[in-house]
Every structure is written in structure tokens, then in C-alpha cells.
């Protein structure tokens, strides 16, 4: 069944409002990036850079990094759990011509659940998230781990490395090319079967030296893995190599 993009937004709304109500220390940074045009692209494009963040001190908090929202329901210094959501952005416009001919992919919205848990800033994470729109009807299954490390009073730098599974049915929808989807692309056919999409690391750096505002920096290299970079649209057309760089100026309050 499909859920409509109206119902996923008042979701999201009621989530952040329910976490709003207690008292909290809250971040909310925006600024710009660069990142590839489609997933295994080498052309890059200008996109925004968004997070909007709130701890409390029960352990509960919640996370919105880009189009990533994550609810941690413990009330737990240690362990996390909760709902999370995601957008993925569409495939359309692409700079590659050959790509750009094939049908377009809208944009898709997941949604699933994550784990983890924080032991001496020591950070370990696992993420499943499912479509729920009928757009590629896949699910991923990310892995995560990293440090926070308080390099200064007013730095803090976390390192993380990460990898992620991925179905048939998402490898399907954006690696594969097939007469259902190539529409009047030249590639060849290709059939992209599920397994470890890809492997990457990640690393981001906040700087707060006023009492209220900040610089975040963020840059993450993925590297992408078996069908995913065999695929004609990242090994004849594109890059196996990801990159992302954000900056963002952020603006911390609360007790």
C-alpha cells in the first residue's frame, strides 16, 4: 500500500513535537554540500545541508541529519532504540545522458528501526529501513561504528565506519537495467542482484567556540561494492567512488 508524502511529513511533525515537550539541549544547523547527482554518479551537485538535534537527560534524543530522522525511545545513556525515517532523494535531471534517458525513479520513503549503543563515546549502530511507498519496495541494513573524540573543549571530531546491505528489490531499481526501466537508454541490460551495497567512512567535526553558534563539517568517501559497482551506470558511466562534503553553521540551546 502506499503511503502518501502528507502522511510521512505529520509523522515526522508529531515525532519531533512529542520530543519537544521536555526540557533539552537542541542543535539545528543549515548550510550546503556537494554530493552525486545519482547513487554511483561522478558528476556532483549542490544540495543543502540540514540537522536539527535534541538530548535530554533521561538519554532520549532525537536526530535529524539530512533527509535521516532517528527517535531513541531508552531512556538510557548506554543503549539506544526507536523508529527511523528516511527520504531518498529522486533519480531524474542526472547530468549522464545515458542515465538520464532511462525511466525516472521518484523519490522514496522508508521507514524501519535502529539500535545501538554508546559506551565511553565508543558508538555502535545498526539501522533497517523498509519502502513504504511502492518506489523500489526494498529494504537496507546499515552498519555503523565510530568514537567521539573531545579533541578541544570546543571541538568535538567522530570518525565512523559504515556498510550496508541492500535487497533484490533496491538493487533492482537502481543498479539494474532491464526493459522495464531503461526507457530509451543505450545501456545494456543488467541484472543487479541483493548483497553489501557498499562500505564507507565518515567524518564530522563541530566546532563551538561561542556560546551559542558553531561550524560543522562533514565528508564521507563510500566506496561501492559487488552488483552495485559492476552495474553499467557506475562501471561504464560513473563512479564507484561517493563522496559528500557539508558545511553547516549551527546554533545550540537549552539548559
Not at 508529531?14 to 561522478?42: H, Q, R
Not at 547530468?95 to 525516472?104: E, F, I, L, S
Not at 568514537?147 to 570518525?159: G, H, N, S, V
Amino acid at each position: 500500500m502506499k503511503v502518501s508524502k502528507k502522511v510521512w511529513l505529520c509523522l515526522l511533525i508529531l515525532i519531533l513535537t512529542s520530543g519537544t515537550v521536555w526540557a533539552g539541549k537542541y542543535t539545528a544547523g543549515l548550510g550546503a554540500g556537494m554530493a552525486p547527482d545519482y547513487e554511483g554518479s561522478e558528476d556532483y551537485t549542490a544540495v543543502p545541508s540540514l540537522m536539527f538535534k535534541g538530548n535530554y537527560d533521561s538519554g532520549r534524543y532525537f536526530s535529524l541529519l539530512g533527509t535521516n530522522f532517528m527517535f531513541n525511545l531508552v531512556p538510557s545513556q548506554t543503549f539506544s532504540f526507536g523508529p527511523a525515517l528516511n527520504y531518498r532523494m529522486e533519480r531524474d535531471d542526472v547530468d549522464n545522458d545515458r542515465v538520464d534517458d532511462m525511466d525516472k525513479i521518484d523519490g522514496a520513503f522508508e521507514a524501519g528501526a535502529f539500535g545501538g549503543f554508546n559506551i565511553n563515546n565508543f558508538i555502535l549502530r545498526l539501522e533497517m529501513l523498509t519502502d513504504v511507498s511502492d518506489e523500489h519496495d526494498g529494504t537496507l541494513v546499515k552498519g555503523t561504528a565510530g568514537y567521539r573524540w573531545q579533541a578541544m573543549p570546543a571541538l568535538a571530531i567522530t570518525p565512523t565506519i559504515f556498510t550496508t546491505y541492500a535487497d533484490d528489490d533496491y538493487m533492482d531499481t537502481y543498479f539494474g537495467v532491464n526493459a522495464g526501466n531503461r526507457g530509451s537508454s543505450t545501456l545494456p541490460n543488467y541484472e543487479a542482484d541483493g548483497g553489501m551495497k557498499d562500505f564507507g567512512i565518515n567524518v564530522s567535526a563541530h566546532y563551538t567556540p561561542w556560546q551559542h553558534w558553531g561550524v560543522m563539517g562533514i565528508m564521507s568517501y563510500s566506496s561501492l561494492l559487488n552488483d552495485a559497482k559492476d552495474s553499467p551506470i557506475v562501471d561504464d558511466e560513473g563512479d564507484k567512488g561517493q563522496m559528500f562534503f557539508g558545511l553547516m553553521g549551527t546554533y545550540r540551546w537549552g539548559p
